[in-house]
């Protein structure tokens, strides 16, 4: 039987804010991705998704429980299944052990960010590629770092350097959240993912060495179309590692975030009392990790879509040579967090992460992205990822810019 004609069995894992859009997004595109499964640790996250579905799309998904740690439960599950994808959007401490059930069921896999042990505040790649041997001998596709950044961002620069440069010298990576809750303070995505990103030390590459600075020692302002002028400050960010591995000639490359005063005066001030440490302390005869406590007070992710307003602008600023000439160019992609939740119940920060890891695996069942081993989105053809893109909500734009012109406000 042909791809085109077989009806494949999609299984999701993670039921929170990205696990939501994606599971929405797949069910807008049905006849592709089949019979689709959303399984979780909490069942009835799942269920709730299921529901909503139902009542919006009247498309049913299955659902079903399962502890992502647990690599032979995984493994029940898959076969049960029949699975022809995993899409993991459960949290990054569990990509390693769907990695290794997806190997031992010869199933392609997909993930949104990069490993992390939850003992040490450090992600990299090295783990997840050390797997690419075994998931060539199963002949199988890992894609890793489909959301938005990693994922469309790296797409952005595969994109920028195949059709308007020949060298890509510098890269300024741009994440503006311009979103307000309401609340004074809350994170976008699970909040212990993201505050040991933010209270982690900077680091961008520069000549080929990785350069490391405090905490948001290095902040910029800079114009983000549609939004304004934000306050941006540099952070690490994972897609770096592969893009220095991927892009000609690069000489330089940084990643700025934007972040309102409040949320950076809370977050100095949980870390002074040691509210973001991961190691266990004793409460009252009880083991607890603050980062674990503190993202049990603060607001579900999940929760903000509907109090959500104001907008989002992820894109790459990238400097480089065309036929001798030096060249500016600017790609972004504006999301708007009313309209996100209008469609599929999420506020700006899950959409923009779930619509891609849709498409990623979209494009992984349609075989227009395929190969074996594990992949970084900038290996594969940006052009189909770029038209799903404008698509399937997430429309983009270039802006060409003079040789010296910033977007930077000096
Ligand atoms: P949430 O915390 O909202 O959701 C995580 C889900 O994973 C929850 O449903 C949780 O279940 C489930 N989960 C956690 N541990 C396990 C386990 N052992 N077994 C099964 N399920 C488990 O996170 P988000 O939806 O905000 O983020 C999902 C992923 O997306 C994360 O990896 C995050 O880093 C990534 N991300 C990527 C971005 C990008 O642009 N690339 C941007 C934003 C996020 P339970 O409720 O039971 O705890």
């Excluded at 000439?325 to 967090?337: G, L, N, P």
């Amino acid at each position: 039987m042909s791809n085109q004609s077989k009806k494949f069995n999609t299984l999701i894992i993670g039921a929170g804010g990205v696990g939501n859009v994606v599971a929405f997004k797949c069910a807008m595109n049905v006849q592709t991705f089949g019979n689709i499964t959303l399984a979780s640790r909490t069942l009835n996250k799942c269920d709730t998704i299921a529901s909503n579905i139902k009542n919006k799309l009247d498309v049913t998904l299955n659902t079903a429980k399962v502890d992502a740690d647990n690599v032979s439960e995984l493994v029940k599950l898959i076969k049960e299944l029949k699975a022809d994808i995993v899409i993991n959007v459960a949290l990054p401490y569990q990509d390693l052990t769907i990695m290794d059930a997806c190997i031992k069921t010869g199933v392609n896999y997909l993930d949104t960010a990069n490993y992390e042990h939850p003992d040490s505040a450090k992600f990299e790649y090295k783990e997840q590629w050390a797997r690419d041997d075994e998931f060539k001998k199963a002949n199988i596709m890992g894609l890793l770092g489909s959301g938005f950044d990693p994922g469309v961002t790296n797409v952005f620069c595969a994109y920028a350097q195949k059709h308007y440069f020949d060298e890509i010298h510098t890269i300024d990576i741009l994440d503006c959240n311009a979103g307000d809750h309401g609340y004074a303070f809350a994170t976008n995505f699970n909040p212990e993912i993201n505050l040991r990103e933010v209270s982690a030390k900077g680091r961008y590459w520069e000549n080929g060495k990785w350069i490391e600075t405090e905490p948001m020692a290095i902040k910029q302002v800079w114009d983000y179309p549609e939004i304004g002028a934000k306050d941006s400050y540099l952070l690490y960010h994972e897609e770096m590692e592969s893009l220095v591995k991927h892009i000609k000639g690069l000489k330089r490359i940084r990643f700025f975030m934007t972040f309102g005063e409040s949320y950076l005066t809370h977050m100095k001030c949980l870390e002074n009392v040691g509210m973001l440490g991961i190691k266990e302390v004793e409460h009252k005869g009880q083991k607890i990790v603050p980062m674990e406590f503190l993202a049990t007070l603060l607001p579900d992710p999940a929760s903000l879509g509907e109090r959500t307003t104001g907008k989002t602008n992820i894109g790459i600023f990238a400097k480089g040579i065309k036929d001798g000439e030096e060249k500016t160019i600017y790609i972004y992609q504006v999301s708007d967090h009313q309209k996100c939740y209008e469609e599929v119940m999420s506020q700006g920060v899950s959409y923009t992460t779930g619509v891609p890891a849709m498409i990623g695996a979209k494009l992984m069942l349609e075989q227009k992205w395929e190969g074996s081993g594990v992949f970084n989105m900038e290996q594969l053809n940006p052009d189909i990822f770029m038209e799903e893109l404008n698509k399937q909500g997430l429309p983009w734009r270039v802006l060409e810019l003079g040789a010296d012109e910033t977007r930077e406000i000096k």
